[in-house]
C-alpha cells in the first residue's frame, strides 16, 4: 500500500516571497504519478503541478515547481513570488501507473497561508 | 473545459435517512470515483467504477454504500441508512483512463452533506 506523508500542517509566506512544502510517498511501484492540489476556502479540488515517475526533469506551471527526489522518495512544491490567492489547502498525492483507473492517495495536506 | 458537475452543493439530512448524491463525470471519460474528506481532514478514497461495476473499493465503501451509472450521464453514490459521521464532503471524480487517465483525472466542486 502506498503512504503519502506531509509534516507541516501550516505554513505561512510574505505575499512575493517563496515558499516550499514538503511531502513525502513510500511505495514499492516502479511507475507511479505524482500530484499537488489546491483546495481553497470553497472546498474545490484543484489540480496544480502533476510529475511523472519515470521523468527526471522536473515540473514547472508557472509560478510553481516541483524538487522529485525518486531515490529519498520526497516530492516538494515550491511556489515563487506568492500571491493572495495562492492562500489555501495543499495535498500531495500518489497514483499508480500501470493500472487504469487507479485511486489517488493523499496526504494530510498544509494549510498555507499568504500574508500581505 | 469540461467539467465534472456534482449536485446538489449542500445536504442536510437526518440520521438514518438515505440519501443519493448525483454526478455528470465528463462526457468521453470512462473512470469514475467518489472521494470523501470529514472536516478538517485528508481526502479518502471511496470507490471507483468501470463499465459498470466497482473496480476497486475502499475499507469505508461498506454495505451502506453503492453507486450506480443509471443512465449514460449520471453517476450516483448512495448512502442508505446515514450516520452523524457520514457528515463530509463528498467528491466525485472522472477519467479518461489509459494513458491518459492521469492527465485527465478531474474532480467535481463537491457536494457537502450534514447528518444531523
Known amino acids: 500500500a502506498q503512504t503519502v506523508t506531509q509534516s507541516q500542517p501550516e505554513m505561512s509566506v510574505q505575499e512575493a516571497e517563496t515558499v516550499t512544502l514538503s511531502c513525502t510517498y513510500d511505495?514499492?511501484?516502479?511507475?507511479?504519478?505524482l500530484f499537488w492540489y489546491k483546495q481553497p476556502p470553497s472546498r474545490q479540488m484543484i489540480l496544480v503541478i502533476r510529475?511523472?515517475?519515470?521523468?527526471?526533469q522536473n515540473a514547472t506551471e508557472n509560478r510553481f515547481s516541483v524538487n522529485f527526489q525518486k531515490a529519498a522518495k520526497s516530492f516538494s512544491l515550491k511556489i515563487s513570488d506568492s500571491q493572495l490567492g495562492d492562500t489555501a489547502m495543499y495535498f500531495c498525492a500518489f497514483m499508480k501507473g500501470e493500472t487504469s483507473g487507479s485511486r489517488l492517495t493523499f496526504g494530510e495536506g498544509t494549510q498555507l497561508t499568504v500574508n500581505p | 473545459e469540461p467539467e465534472v458537475t456534482q449536485t446538489p452543493s449542500h445536504q442536510v439530512t437526518q440520521m438514518g435517512q438515505e440519501v443519493i448524491l448525483r454526478c455528470v463525470p465528463i462526457?468521453?471519460?470512462?473512470?469514475f470515483y467518489w472521494y470523501r474528506q470529514i472536516l478538517g481532514q485528508k481526502v479518502e478514497f471511496l470507490v471507483s467504477f468501470y463499465n459498470n461495476e466497482i473496480s476497486e473499493k475502499s475499507e469505508i465503501f461498506d454495505d451502506q454504500f453503492s453507486v450506480e451509472r443509471p443512465d449514460g450521464s449520471n453517476f450516483t453514490l448512495k448512502i442508505r441508512s446515514t450516520k452523524l459521521e457520514d457528515s463530509a464532503m463528498y467528491f466525485c471524480?472522472?477519467?479518461?483512463?489509459?494513458?491518459?487517465?492521469?492527465?485527465?483525472?478531474?474532480f467535481g466542486s463537491g457536494t457537502r452533506l450534514t447528518v444531523v
Open positions: 510529475q511523472e515517475a519515470y521523468k527526471q
Open positions: 462526457s468521453n471519460h470512462l473512470y
Open positions: 511505495t514499492s511501484e516502479n511507475n507511479y504519478y
Open positions: 471524480a472522472s477519467s479518461a483512463g489509459g494513458s491518459l487517465g492521469p492527465y485527465g483525472y478531474t
